[in-house]
């Protein structure tokens, strides 16, 4: 049972997940919502934020107080719409004037992994064209011109530029401080119960309850054998998120049931020579600007791709 805090009730957020995509926030999210300190959005993406992305106003803020409707006195409410932190200085100081002091979370994961799982996922949810192949989402990528980074119906197609972290960061650890902190998903993968161990020390609540928790991986991407019966069950999710929000339980008996069927499985990643060194070559001075801009901060163990 979800415990009332003595802190000063609230109707709006101050625990954010702002990214990155792909890079475990779903899980991550999951698991802190089944902490009794931590109440959760119904909808996980709520995305209020983004529009100071693509220069446009924020919507009422009623709206977006009443995803917490239900939270009442818990200590911290919670949401996660990883594509925050690539709005940059306009929407972290979006959040700060809204939110005054939250705290952020940025889980970060190595970025050629992290393309080609956008590209899958994407592709099976039918938001990326079917039909082509990594080496042409790649190319469609590259040749993104600037001005059309404001053209939210091009998502999809930022993702290139959206694994040069060490671009986003500065304006999120300038604005939030000591509230912000840095992950990295390769830790979530090697030792999920200490790394949300680590979070629940930082946000000062007991850690003890992972001890013995049931870690499930959530958005893992997969292949499906039947395109046509996955775009019917991913409309049936989208249309009732905040109802199987409440029922997790439910919610992956039914998906691991869908899975065992539909699954394609020893699906292999279909990155070509060619664009790995292309990949390896484009991040490597930015890989190389984050290490310095996280060793500044006092970050110490970093993941080998930001040390490479």
């Given at each position: 049972m979800k415990r009332a805090s003595s802190m000063s009730d609230n109707s709006l957020p101050n625990l954010i997940i702002a990214g990155v995509t792909k890079g475990g926030s779903t899980s991550v999210f999951s698991y802190l919502a089944d902490?009794?300190?931590i109440c959760a959005s119904a909808q996980k993406e709520i995305c209020y934020f983004m529009n100071l992305r693509f220069d446009r106003p924020l919507a009422d803020i009623a709206e977006y107080k009443q995803h917490f409707s239900h939270c009442g006195?818990?200590?911290y409410r919670m949401e996660a719409s990883p594509g925050y932190i690539y709005g940059g200085r306009k929407l972290a100081q979006g959040v700060k004037d809204a939110l005054g002091?939250?705290?952020i979370i940025i889980v970060l994961r190595e970025p050629i992994k992290r393309i080609y799982s956008f590209f899958?996922?994407?592709q099976n949810k039918f938001i990326i064209e079917q039909g082509i192949d990594f080496h042409e989402y790649l190319r469609r990528c590259k040749a993104l011109p600037p001005e059309k980074?404001?053209?939210p119906d091009l998502y999809p197609y930022f993702q290139l530029l959206n694994g040069c972290y060490s671009e986003y960061l500065p304006a999120w650890i300038d604005i939030f401080g000591k509230n912000l902190q840095i992950l990295f998903f390769e830790d979530l993968v090697r030792d999920n119960r200490a790394f949300m161990r680590s979070i629940c020390v930082w946000l000062g609540v007991d850690p003890c309850f992972y001890e013995n928790y049931d870690f499930v991986i959530e958005n893992k991407t997969r292949g499906v054998k039947w395109k046509s019966i996955h775009r019917m069950v991913m409309n049936i999710n989208d249309r009732f998120e905040k109802i199987l929000r409440k029922n997790m339980k439910i919610k992956r008996f039914f998906r691991n049931l869908y899975y065992a069927v539909n699954e394609a499985k020893g699906q292999s990643s279909r990155i070509s020579m060619e664009d790995m060194e292309y990949l390896k070559s484009y991040y490597a001075p930015?890989?190389?600007?984050l290490a310095r801009l996280l060793r500044k901060e006092g970050y110490k163990e970093l993941p080998d791709w930001v040390n490479a």
């Open positions: 902490h009794p300190d006195g818990i200590r002091d939250p705290k899958t996922s994407h980074y404001k053209k930015f890989n190389d600007k």
